[in-house]
């Protein structure tokens, strides 16, 4: 089972910037398919964005193409979420997940549905 640890959260005003990390362990990392999700106050959890190990391709739901990056340092078993001209509708507590694509949405594909304790992002308006 992955070990998940995220971290980079933070509050931050609108149209600032974060960058969070995960550090994950276990030997599949690098073969795995990372994601982020997200769980708004009051909210389900939700898909954010997902980047494949080979050939590397990210996927990102629409309410962050364009503002939001992942990318991953597979040497350092990490995996990362660039987030740009944050908006108060990104106020969220972030997990990363190994994740698996189902027709076209992605879900999270967590041994025995694990979480990390994820990291907590506000931003203010």
């Known amino acids: 089972q992955v070990q998940l640890v995220e971290s980079g959260g933070g509050l931050v005003e609108v149209g600032g910037s974060l960058r969070l990390s995960c550090a994950a362990s276990g030997r599949t990392f690098s073969t795995s398919v990372m994601g982020w999700f997200h769980q708004p106050p009051g909210k389900e959890r939700e898909f954010v964005a997902a980047?494949?190990?080979?050939?590397?391709?990210?996927y990102y739901a629409d309410s962050v193409k364009g503002r939001f990056t992942i990318s991953r340092d597979n040497a350092k078993n990490t995996v990362y979420l660039q987030m740009n001209s944050l908006k108060p509708e990104d106020t969220a507590l972030y997990y990363c997940?190994?994740?698996?694509?189902?027709?076209?949405?992605?879900?999270?594909?967590?041994?025995?549905?694990?979480w990390g304790q994820g990291t907590q992002v506000t931003v203010s308006s």
């Open positions: 997940a190994p994740s698996r694509l189902v027709g076209s949405r992605w879900y999270p594909a967590n041994t025995n549905n694990y």
């Open positions: 980047i494949t190990w080979y050939p590397e391709k990210t």
